[in-house]
């Protein structure tokens, strides 16, 4: 009988483990080859530093900060807590991404610090991004990353791995958000409770870079410990891909006949077509994230509303992930159409997202947004209603001031 196809997370932390295998379930400490932290737990990690009397990290030009989640700070609370932040890394002497820089995830593509089978921890939770690259990257709390800051390891339980073959051509108006909206309503995240996720199949090995991080941001929603994708054509340095083997789990999704979908207020796990909302006010429509605020989706909602207005109705904010995009979406001309259009530009960050600063939506407003989750009070008002849908799907709603069906969609 053949051998059973090795896991790439199991590769990976052999690998960094010194191991020449490694068995589902073993707690391992595995050597790290990034850490990044965000402003929005540093200061939890400087009294980590303080209260254990530490005070240098393993390695100053593989440990950064990123200043991400307030960008345009609200109050002298807020402030107080980013200048604690920002003097202890300069304290560290490690690399320093100021408010504006971008998304810590989006910073890391940009700068390289995913690579296929290298290991990457981040003080956020959607950290997996670097799946998309096949890096073993991974979300953990602030004693966590302090500690790997400190000791360039870490340690984990090796997860199991399920599969995910996704067949068929969807329609033209169907984007891997909605897939991923697709996944969490149909599996759940029982399938996928601390597993790695190895997305496969023609669908998935088609996606643009921007497309493929979009997928694996997700992977925290879908309750999964990593997820990987398949290296882009014309990688060549992408780890071989796994098959599954005999006993394997393998979950099956056709996408042939999917339809745009929008999730329900208050969890990214219950979603609809499009259709079944469709018509309904909507008050406020926000573009951007780890999951869709690259030039991708830029460029598409660009050209959505080139020549038209937004909803008087619509409040549209539009934040790019990083300062990279930013810049590109500039000089693409993508941003002056966005502005004539009636949508708001904000500098790049997570924006919105995390509700720690504007624009928070008014008590009873209907929101559609691109983020990756809509738990109540997410934005920061707990009486507005948030739905999540793709680029193309938020676009046309704050031109239309209302949800779209599909016959509204372009495709």
Same mark, same amino acid.
């Given at each position: 009988?053949?051998?059973?196809?090795?896991?790439?997370?199991?590769?990976?932390?052999?690998?960094?483990?010194?191991?020449?295998?490694?068995?589902?379930?073993?707690?391992?400490?595995?050597?790290?080859?990034? @850490?990044?932290?965000?402003?929005?737990? !540093?200061?939890?990690?400087?009294? &980590?530093?303080?209260?254990?009397?530490?005070?240098?990290?393993?390695?100053?030009?593989?440990?950064?900060?990123?200043?991400?989640?307030? @960008?345009?700070?609200?109050?002298?609370?807020?402030?107080?807590?980013?200048?604690?932040?920002?003097?202890?890394?300069?304290?560290?002497?490690?690399?320093?991404?100021?408010?504006?820089?971008?998304? #810590?995830?989006?910073?890391?593509?940009?700068?390289?610090?995913?690579?296929?089978?290298?290991?990457?921890?981040? !003080?956020?939770?959607?950290?997996?991004?670097?799946?998309?690259?096949?890096? /073993?990257?991974?979300?953990?709390?602030?004693?966590?990353?302090?500690?790997?800051?400190?000791?360039?390891?870490?340690?984990?339980?090796?997860?199991?791995?399920?599969?995910?073959?996704?067949?068929?051509?969807?329609?033209? !108006?169907?984007?891997?958000?909605?897939?991923?909206?697709?996944?969490?309503?149909?599996?759940?995240?029982?399938?996928? /409770?601390?597993?790695?996720?190895?997305?496969?199949?023609?669908?998935?090995?088609? &996606? #643009?870079?921007?497309?493929?991080?979009?997928?694996?941001?997700?992977?925290?929603?879908?309750?999964?410990?990593?997820?990987? /994708?398949?290296?882009?054509?014309?990688?060549?340095?992408?780890?071989?891909?796994?098959?599954?083997?005999?006993?394997?789990?393998?979950?099956?999704?056709?996408?042939?006949?999917? !339809?745009?979908?929008?999730?329900?207020?208050?969890?990214?796990?219950?979603?609809?077509?499009?259709?079944?909302?469709?018509?309904?006010?909507?008050?406020?429509?926000?573009?951007?994230?780890? =999951?869709?605020?690259?030039?991708?989706?830029?460029?598409?909602?660009?050209?959505?509303?080139?020549?038209?207005?937004?909803?008087?109705?619509?409040?549209?904010?539009?934040?790019?992930?990083?300062?990279? =995009?930013?810049?590109?979406?500039?000089?693409?001309?993508?941003?002056?159409?966005?502005?004539?259009?009636?949508?708001?530009?904000?500098?790049?960050?997570?924006?919105?997202?995390?509700? =720690?600063?504007?624009?928070?939506?008014? #008590?009873?407003?209907?929101?559609?947004?691109?983020?990756?989750?809509?738990?109540?009070?997410?934005?920061?008002?707990?009486?507005?209603?948030?739905?999540?849908?793709?680029?193309?799907?938020?676009?046309?709603?704050?031109? &239309?001031?209302?949800?779209?069906?599909?016959?509204?969609?372009?495709?």
């Amino acid at each position: 009988m053949a051998p059973r196809p090795t896991p790439l997370v199991n590769r990976i932390v052999a690998e960094r483990a010194g191991r020449a295998t490694v068995d589902v379930g073993e707690l391992l400490f595995v050597d790290v080859d990034r @850490v990044y932290v965000q402003d929005g737990n !540093s200061p939890t990690i400087a009294r &980590l530093y303080r209260q254990h009397g530490l005070s240098t990290v393993f390695d100053p030009e593989r440990v950064a900060f990123v200043f991400d989640h307030t @960008v345009l700070v609200p109050n002298r609370e807020m402030a107080d807590r980013i200048g604690e932040a920002e003097r202890f890394a300069r304290e560290l002497g490690v690399q320093v991404f100021g408010r504006g820089a971008g998304i #810590s995830h989006l910073v890391a593509l940009e700068e390289g610090w995913y690579v296929p089978g290298n290991v990457v921890l981040g !003080s956020d939770s959607h950290t997996c991004v670097g799946g998309a690259l096949q890096s /073993l990257a991974l979300g953990m709390g602030a004693t966590d990353i302090a500690a790997a800051m400190v000791t360039g390891r870490t340690w984990l339980k090796v997860p199991d791995t399920v599969w995910l073959h996704v067949s068929g051509t969807p329609h033209a !108006s169907v984007r891997p958000k909605d897939v991923l909206l697709e996944v969490l309503r149909r599996f759940g995240m029982d399938a996928f /409770l601390y597993r790695s996720v190895q997305w496969t199949g023609p669908w998935v090995e088609s &996606l #643009s870079e921007d497309s493929a991080a979009s997928v694996a941001s997700m992977g925290v929603e879908m309750g999964a410990k990593c997820v990987f /994708l398949p290296p882009r054509p014309g990688s060549p340095e992408g780890l071989v891909p796994t098959a599954a083997g005999p006993g394997d789990r393998v979950l099956e999704l056709d996408v042939s006949t999917l !339809s745009p979908m929008v999730s329900l207020p208050h969890s990214p796990h219950g979603s609809v077509p499009v259709d079944e909302l469709g018509g309904r006010p909507v008050d406020y429509v926000f573009v951007g994230t780890c =999951t869709n605020g690259r030039l991708e989706d830029i460029a598409e909602i660009a050209g959505l509303v080139e020549g038209h207005r937004v909803a008087p109705s619509v409040h549209f904010v539009v934040t790019p992930g990083s300062r990279q =995009t930013y810049l590109d979406a500039i000089s693409a001309g993508y941003v002056a159409t966005l502005v004539e259009a009636g949508a708001i530009v904000t500098p790049p960050g997570c924006g919105a997202c995390v509700g =720690t600063q504007g624009s928070v939506p008014a #008590s009873g407003s209907t929101v559609l947004t691109t983020m990756n989750r809509n738990f109540k009070g997410r934005m920061g008002n707990p009486d507005a209603g948030i739905h999540l849908s793709s680029p193309l799907v938020a676009a046309t709603a704050a031109l &239309l001031g209302r949800f779209p069906t599909r016959e509204d969609l372009p495709g």
